[in-house]
């Protein structure tokens, strides 16, 4: 079965850079149109995209977020990576990966991590 | 920064029925399919419908998606307290070449 796992740190200081680190299992990111996904979601708001990476590298990013984001992947290792720069205290929030789905001409993200909880604060 | 606008919440007894309604544009639910994603409070969000109506295996068919030209539905009948949660629609924009959710919904059971 698909499963997804987020990890790094819980808390992060103004101007730093967030590093969260997705580790997954039951799928292949060299299989034909899969991607893995990133979101977020502020306490108490709504869910916000922030990234898709898939299996021929492509990148996609939030416009509105684009100059903070890099999304990687390491095939071998089963990882996909979100670095985030220049992290504020409105940055704060539950960060989840997904498993976008694998069939061409829809996005739909069919498998969540548990999420991690990322405060920004001095 | 959600171009989906969905009411923020919609209630209904035991038994009866809802809807919960995801309004956008032709960049994103005109010319694109619509998933409908649940979370359960304190939880992750759930994959619910996909391809406007279609449900994932283990989803019961109380639960139904569609689609009539820039808005999207999601309709649950036969509504338990176990569906209280909030209900988010996606769906990828064309124009902002990335994938939008709506505002979200809170669903109660009265």
């Known amino acids: 079965q698909i499963t997804l796992k987020e990890s790094g740190p819980t808390l992060v200081k103004p101007t730093q850079t967030l590093t969260l680190t997705c580790t997954f299992s039951g799928f292949s990111l060299s299989t034909s149109h899969v991607g893995v996904g990133w979101i977020r979601q502020p306490p108490g708001k709504a869910l916000e995209w922030l990234a898709v990476?898939?299996?021929?590298?492509?990148?996609r990013y939030s416009p509105f977020l684009k100059s903070r984001l890099t999304i990687t992947k390491d095939t071998s290792k089963n990882q996909v990576v979100l670095t985030m720069t220049n992290m504020d205290p409105v940055d704060t929030g539950t960060y989840y990966c997904a498993h976008r789905g694998p069939v061409p001409g829809t996005v739909y993200f069919d498998y969540w991590g548990q999420g991690t909880l990322v405060t920004v604060s001095s | 920064q959600s171009v989906l606008t969905q009411p923020p919440s919609v209630s209904a007894a035991p038994g009866q029925k809802v809807t919960i309604s995801c309004s956008g544009s032709s960049a994103n639910i005109g010319n694109n399919y619509v998933s409908w994603y649940q979370q359960l409070p304190g939880t992750a969000p759930k994959f619910f419908i996909y391809d406007n109506s279609k449900r994932p295996s283990g989803i019961p068919d109380r639960f139904s998606g569609s689609k009539s030209g820039t808005s999207a539905t999601l309709g649950i009948t036969g509504l338990q307290t176990g569906d209280e949660a909030d209900y988010y629609c996606g769906t990828w924009d064309s124009s902002l070449n990335g994938f939008v959710f709506g505002t979200g919904t809170r669903v109660t059971v009265l």
């Open positions: 990476i898939y299996w021929d590298d492509d990148k």
